[in-house]
């Protein structure tokens, strides 16, 4: 069994940042790649962020130059500081991490982000 645990979601102003962090446990592969969705209320769900095992990182439009990824594998944590954010970053975040080249794909229960004044 792989769990995945978020933590980091809140209420924050625009322009504000904050940083979300996913602890993964289990049965995990030295090959895999962990990262970040969201889904806005109406919206279908997107990509925020990746990063593989090789650290190579790939980010949503929307998001890139605000948002890094980034990871510490011998935590098995990856993490997303969101900087910059806007009332569209509003959503719930999930966590996932996909292994064996997409055969075992897990999700993290989400943490809500909240981009308000």
């Known amino acids: 069994q792989v769990q995945l645990v978020e933590s980091g979601g809140g209420l924050v102003q625009p322009g504000g940042s904050l940083g979300l962090s996913c602890a993964v446990s289990?049965?995990?592969?030295?090959?895999?790649?962990m990262g970040w969705y969201r889904r806005a209320p109406g919206k279908q769900r997107e990509l925020v962020a990746s990063i593989t095992s090789g650290s190579r990182i790939n980010y949503g439009d929307s998001v890139k130059g605000r948002f890094t990824i980034s990871r510490d594998n011998a935590k098995n944590t990856v993490y997303l500081q969101m900087n910059s954010l806007k009332p569209e970053d509003t959503a719930v975040y999930y966590c996932?991490?996909?292994?064996?080249?997409?055969?075992?794909?897990?999700w993290g229960q989400g943490t809500q982000v909240t981009v308000s004044s």
């Open positions: 996932n991490l996909v292994q064996l080249g997409g055969y075992y794909n897990y």
């Open positions: 289990g049965n995990i592969f030295s090959d895999n790649t």
